[in-house]
């Protein structure tokens, strides 16, 4: 488990340096074109890849590191049964926008995210559904477990609301820039009150993210998850750099108003959730069989020894 936990430290800190490494090339690099021409051949070449690949690096390197933490954390059962919703509901979601405007309006995806299945969505962006969803789903989960504890017909069906709310507050910060910037990864065909974007984009989120945590948490045990909050580090540093990501990207595109609506909806509900969850789980570990986490700390397994 130790050498599975440093693959998924490392994994992460290379998904939070090619996301400034990509800042850098956007906002430093790309809008004064005589430091382009000015970097020696190799500079020139690296500049080119990261144009043409940074992208997909930064959502591979974090797709990988959350599979990793599920994996390791929740066991073979649970990281299987919320990523497979996620990524195939959202990708038949993001089909369905990008052919008929449904649920998120009319849009389409450019260059720079990867191979595009059906010639309209990169493969990348279920996998970023998939990896920010279910660091948002565990923050609102867990938080919402020591705080509501023997009353799971209303923590689940909050859980499910809360957690989309974070994943839709990252779009929030992202989405003006992107669509936006010099060169922007996606364009909206018919643009919206909020900054560019339509509003329906933000049902559309709620709505998606809603359905695949829904189907996840009825296929998941239904016991709690008896996670801590030392466990919730790893969750709440992947959405919280991906939302200073957006945020940088945004401010330097100019956008404010989504930053701090960001901020309301996003960061600050996940930081509370993170400092009300539990220092140690507080129910008993049972033996792991894939549907429980696969490491605890030493305070819970001295209770369970018990």
Not at 230 to 259: D, E, K, R
Request: hydrophobic residues 55%.
């Amino acid at each position: 488990m130790k050498q599975l936990a440093m693959v998924e430290r490392s994994l992460l800190v290379g998904h939070i340096l090619s996301m400034a490494f990509g800042l850098a090339g956007l906002l430093i690099v790309l809008p004064n074109a005589e430091l382009i021409a000015n970097l020696p051949e190799i500079g020139q070449t690296v500049f080119q890849w990261s144009m043409a690949g940074g992208g997909v690096a930064y959502m591979l390197l974090g797709t990988a590191a959350v599979a990793v933490y599920a994996f390791r954390i929740l066991g073979t059962r649970r990281a299987l049964t919320f990523m497979l919703p996620a990524i195939f509901l959202s990708l038949s979601s993001e089909l369905l926008g990008t052919s008929t405007g449904f649920p998120f309006g009319h849009y389409r995806y450019l260059s720079g995210l990867g191979y595009k299945v059906a010639g309209l969505v990169p493969f990348t962006i279920p996998l970023s559904w998939f990896y920010l969803g279910i660091c948002a789903y565990l923050l609102a989960r867990v938080g919402l477990e020591s705080r509501l504890q023997g009353a799971a017909w209303l923590r689940l069906p909050v859980a499910i609301a809360l957690g989309s709310l974070l994943l839709t507050s990252w779009d929030f910060v992202l989405d003006p820039a992107m669509s936006q910037t010099t060169v922007p990864f996606w364009i909206w065909e018919q643009p919206g009150a909020f900054f560019g974007m339509p509003y329906q984009n933000f049902v559309g989120w709620l709505a998606t993210g809603i359905v695949f945590m829904t189907v996840a948490t009825f296929l998941w045990p239904k016991q709690p998850l008896a996670l801590s909050r030392q466990q919730l580090v790893f969750p709440l540093v992947v959405y919280l750099s991906n939302l200073a990501f957006s945020t940088v990207m945004s401010l330097g595109s100019g956008f404010v108003v989504p930053v701090l609506l960001g901020m309301v909806t996003g960061v600050g509900p996940a930081i509370i959730l993170y400092f009300i969850a539990p220092t140690t789980p507080n129910l008993p570990v049972e033996p792991v069989n894939d549907t429980l986490p696969l490491t605890v700390s030493e305070p819970v397994a001295a209770v369970s020894a018990k």
